[in-house]
T-cell receptor, first 113, second 113 residues
Framework: QKEVEQDPGPLSVPEGAIVSLNCTYSNSAFQYFMWYRQYSRKGPELLMYTYSSGNKEDGRFTAQVDKSSKYISLFIRDSQPSDSATYLCAMSVLLDTGNQFYFGTGTSLTVIP | NAGVTQTPKFRILKIGQSMTLQCAQDMNHNYMYWYRQDPGMGLKLIYYSVGAGITDKGEVPNGYNVSRSTTEDFPLRLELAAPSQTSVYFC????????????FGPGTRLTVT
């Protein structure tokens, strides 16, 4: 079983739609939960991170963590064509040698004008 | 700040050739990482470093070597290139052991034929 599971999509939505991206995980030791956005042929950039169950909002983006179900989500409201990218979930656990990161495979999102 | 920079952007190698992928960061981050990203496979950690002079293996270190002589630079060496090393390579850095904000470089796209 993979540490982190993410539906690769692709996902295609009309502009203005609400987008829901999801990941599940198996390791209950994960402490931090992150979402990265990766544009084509670019490096990932951190969108949001959180360390507790519940919701965290930043503009049009909301990150949701449910530790009891080992499930995280990213919601994008009023989606824009500029949101078209691959979204990677990531989780980390703090070891003696520092944070160990585990990434999902990414979900490809296209927002159609 | 330039952030994390990587050179070259693209490279084609013949089987058995060697090369060094360069990575530098100007944010005075202690932690640096090398990942490879293959289609549908997510990011896999190759090597990481917690500071100058200290490196450790990640999930997929075979066929690679690293060194960290300065805080700024973290080169990745491929000694005998193989087709299985065809991938996109990303370097990343973060400030501390608990730092969840990883900053990624733009990537190096490597093809081994």
């Amino acid at each position: 079983q993979k540490e982190v599971e993410q539906d690769p999509g692709p996902l295609s939505v009309p502009e203005g739609a609400i987008v829901s991206l999801n990941c599940t995980y198996s390791n209950s030791a994960f402490q931090y939960f992150m979402w990265y956005r990766q544009y084509s042929r670019k490096g990932p950039e951190l969108l949001m991170y959180t360390y507790s169950s519940g919701n965290k909002e930043d503009g049009r983006f909301t990150a949701q963590v449910d530790k009891s179900s080992k499930y995280i989500s990213l919601f994008i409201r009023d989606s824009q064509p500029s949101d078209s990218a691959t979204y990677l979930c990531a989780m980390s656990v703090l070891l003696d040698t520092g944070n160990q990161f585990y990434f999902g495979t990414g979900t490809s999102l296209t927002v159609i004008p | 700040n330039a952030g994390v920079t990587q050179t070259p952007k693209f490279r084609i190698l013949k089987i058995g050739q060697s090369m060094t992928l360069q990575c530098a960061q100007d944010m005075n981050h202690n932690y640096m990482y090398w990942y490879r990203q293959d289609p549908g496979m997510g990011l896999k950690l190759i090597y990481y470093s917690v500071g100058a002079g200290i490196t450790d293996k990640g999930e997929v270190p075979n066929g690679y070597n690293v060194s960290r002589s300065t805080t700024e630079d973290f080169p990745l060496r491929l000694e005998l290139a193989a087709p299985s090393q065809t991938s996109v390579y990303f370097c990343a850095s973060s400030y501390s052991a608990g730092g969840n904000e990883q900053y990624f470089g733009p990537g190096t796209r490597l093809t081994v034929t």
